[in-house]
């Protein structure tokens, strides 16, 4: 049973023009939220985080929103650039102590010039 | 600080042979994690240790997959005898394991093929 779930595999929006990915969980335990961006033959690396205390991070170009009621965030980036084309995992993070994230199974970006 | 270092980066081998991965996790970390990444089932969290102690190893597919972490600095995840369905990028992160310091870091991936 996937706890996280990114039901878009992949997504193709025209360079200037917002990306939205999204990601649906299903663990009311939830209370920390990671986004992850992986270019091929690299690993994952942090992109933004959110409590779940809070409904929306922003960090320059990328924002994370969390609608906790639906059990819903979302990573908005604008304006979307070339470079921005990768996959994008959101992971979460039960609260029961220093336990591992769970991932989604990733949204692949792609960003037309 | 030169991040998560994993080694190899690539291997090829046959049916049958064993394979080791290596893991060494930044400095400092006290959390380190196995992962495997196929396009069927995403990342897969394999065994996780806090501590140097496996904490959680309900991931790891069969008893033919064993891991260790002899010390803080140093983890192996070894496949003993391989299979071709074994064949995906496997990944060690490591995290500082506080409270606040959620964030884990991921080596660059090995990239495992079994003939």
């Known amino acids: 049973d996937q706890q996280v779930k990114q039901n878009s595999p992949s997504l193709s929006v025209q360079e200037g023009r917002i990306s939205i990915l999204n990601c649906d969980y299903t663990?009311?335990?939830?209370?920390?939220f990671l986004w992850y961006k992986k270019y091929p033959a690299e690993g994952p690396t942090f992109l933004i985080s959110?409590?779940?205390?809070?409904d929306k991070n922003e960090d320059g170009r990328f924002t994370v929103f969390l609608n906790k009621s639906a059990k819903h965030l979302s990573l908005h980036i604008v304006p979307s650039q070339p470079g921005d084309s990768a996959v994008y995992f959101c992971?979460?993070?039960?609260?029961?102590?220093?336990?591992?994230?769970?991932f989604g199974k990733g949204t692949r970006l792609s960003v037309i010039a | 600080d030169a991040g998560v270092i994993q080694s190899p980066r690539h291997e090829v081998t046959e049916m049958g042979q064993e394979v080791t991965l290596r893991c060494k996790p930044i400095?400092?970390?006290?959390?380190l994690f196995w992962y495997r990444q196929t396009m069927m089932r995403g990342l897969e969290l394999l065994i996780y240790?806090?501590?140097?102690?496996?904490?959680?190893d309900s991931g790891m597919p069969e008893d033919r997959f064993s891991a260790k972490m002899p010390n803080a600095s140093f983890s192996t995840l070894k496949i003993q005898p391989s299979e071709p369905r074994d064949s995906a990028v496997y990944f060690c992160?490591?995290?500082?394991?506080?409270?606040?310091?959620?964030?884990?870091?991921f080596g660059p991936g090995t990239r495992l093929l079994v003939l």
């Open positions: 240790f806090n501590n140097n102690v496996p904490i959680d």
């Open positions: 992160a490591s995290r500082e394991g506080l409270a606040g310091k959620e964030t884990q870091y």
């Open positions: 992971a979460a993070r039960p609260s029961s102590g220093n336990t591992p994230l769970v």
């Open positions: 959110i409590s779940s205390i809070k």
């Open positions: 400095s400092g970390h006290n959390s």
């Open positions: 663990n009311s335990m939830f209370d920390y």
